[in-house]
C-alpha cells in the first residue's frame, strides 16, 4: 500500500472539497477509534479549521480517555486543530424517559435507543458545523460503508464528505500507523460503542474485518460454490448484511409520477 501516496491524495482531496464549497474546514466526531483517529489526522493536515468534538454518550472509560489522549496528541501538533468535549449522556438519558415506551429489554428497542445515539451524535456534528462554518466530515471505511452498511443511517452515515470510505479496515490500521497515531488507537479494537454492553464489532457481526474483506474483494466474481469452511460461513454473513443494507447504499427510492399525469 502506497501510504505517503493515499495520504497526500486524501488531504488534498479534503482541502479541495472544503475550498470549493467556502467553508473554513471541518468537524469530526473523535470516539477513540481507530478510523476518526485517522479522519480527524488527515483533516488536520489540510492546515484547515479542524474541530474535533468528542461526545460520550455513557462510554467505557477507556474509549472516552483514548479520544482525550488523541485529542490532545492533535492539538500537540497542529495549531488549526480545536477540540470541544459535550457530555451528550443527560440528553440521551431524557430522550430515553420520553421515548422508552416498551419494555427496554425488547431487542426492537434496544437497537433503536443504539441507533438514536448516533443520530444524537450526527445532530449535534451538524450543529457545531453550521455555526462555525465547517463540513461533518465522515469516518467510515469501505467495509462498513459499502461491504456490509455496518452504520446508523442518518447517524454517523450522515455525512458531508467520506475521505477514508474507500479505504479497507486494515488499511486504515496502515495509515494510523503510518500516520503516527498514538499507540492506543493503533491498536484499538473496533467497537461501535452504542450499547451498554461492550461488545466488538467482531462479536457482533460475527466475523473480523480482514475475513470480510477478503470477501468483499472478491464480491461480484465468486458465488457461494467458491467457498468453503470459515470462508464460506463469513462469505453467508457478508451475503446477508450487504442484502440487507442495500437500501444505505442506493439513492432514496422516489416514486415517479409519469408525464402525462402532470395535465
Ligand atoms: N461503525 C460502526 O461500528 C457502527 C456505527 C453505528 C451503528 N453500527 C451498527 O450498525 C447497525 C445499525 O442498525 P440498522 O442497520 O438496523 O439500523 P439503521 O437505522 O441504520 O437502518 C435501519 C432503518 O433503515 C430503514 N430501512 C430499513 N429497510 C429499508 C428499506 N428496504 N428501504 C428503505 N429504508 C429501509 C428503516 O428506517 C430502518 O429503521 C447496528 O447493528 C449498529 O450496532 C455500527
Ligand atoms: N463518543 C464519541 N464521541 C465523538 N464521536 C463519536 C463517538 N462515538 C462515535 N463517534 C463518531 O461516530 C463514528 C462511528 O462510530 P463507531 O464507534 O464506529 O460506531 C466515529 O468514527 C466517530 O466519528
Ligand atoms: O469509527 P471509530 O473511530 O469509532 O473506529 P472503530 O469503528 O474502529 O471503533
Known amino acids: ?21 467556502h467553508v473554513k474546514g471541518y468537524v469530526v466526531g473523535v470516539s477513540g477509534g481507530v478510523d476518526s483517529g485517522v479522519v480527524s489526522t488527515l483533516c488536520a493536515m489540510t492546515g484547515l479549521k479542524t474541530l474535533l ?7 467505557k472509560e477507556d ?43 425488547f431487542p426492537a428497542e434496544k437497537l ?19 455555526l462555525n462554518g465547517l463540513l461533518v466530515c465522515g469516518t467510515g471505511n469501505k467495509v462498513e460503508d459499502f461491504g456490509i452498511g455496518f452504520y446508523t443511517k442518518y447517524g454517523d452515515g450522515g455525512v ?11 488499511e486504515v490500521y496502515e495509515l494510523a500507523k503510518h500516520l503516527n497515531l498514538i499507540e492506543s488507537i493503533q491498536n484499538a479494537i473496533p467497537t461501535d460503542g452504542l450499547w451498554d454492553v461492550d461488545r466488538t464489532d467482531e462479536q457482533q457481526i460475527g466475523a ?11 464480491w461480484g466474481t465468486k458465488t457461494e460454490v467458491d467457498y468453503s469452511g470459515r470462508d464460506l460461513e ?30
Open 208 to 218: 473480523t474485518y480482514p475475513e470480510l474483506e477478503k470477501i468483499q474483494k472478491e
Open 63 to 105: 474509549q472516552v480517555s483514548r479520544a482525550l489522549d488523541h485529542i490532545a496528541d492533535l492539538k500537540s501538533r497542529f495549531p488549526n486543530v480545536e477540540a470541544i468535549s459535550l457530555n451528550l449522556t443527560p440528553s440521551f438519558d431524557e430522550l430515553f424517559k420520553v421515548f422508552n415506551v416498551n419494555d427496554e429489554d
Open 1 to 21: 500500500m502506497q501510504k505517503e501516496k493515499i495520504t497526500e491524495k486524501i488531504v488534498t482531496w479534503l482541502k479541495d472539497y472544503a475550498e470549493n464549497a
Open 160 to 170: 458531508d464528505v467520506s475521505p477514508i470510505a474507500d479505504l479497507y479496515k486494515t
Open 112 to 130: 433503536a435507543f443504539a441507533n438514536t445515539r448516533a443520530r444524537l451524535r450526527m445532530l449535534t456534528l451538524y450543529h457545531f458545523g453550521q
Open 234 to 263: 463469513v462469505f453467508k454473513i457478508f451475503s446477508r448484511m450487504n442484502k440487507a443494507a442495500q437500501h444505505k447504499m442506493q439513492p432514496i427510492p422516489v416514486c415517479d409520477i409519469p408525464e402525462e399525469w402532470r395535465n
Open 53 to 59: 468534538l468528542e461526545m460520550p454518550i455513557h462510554q
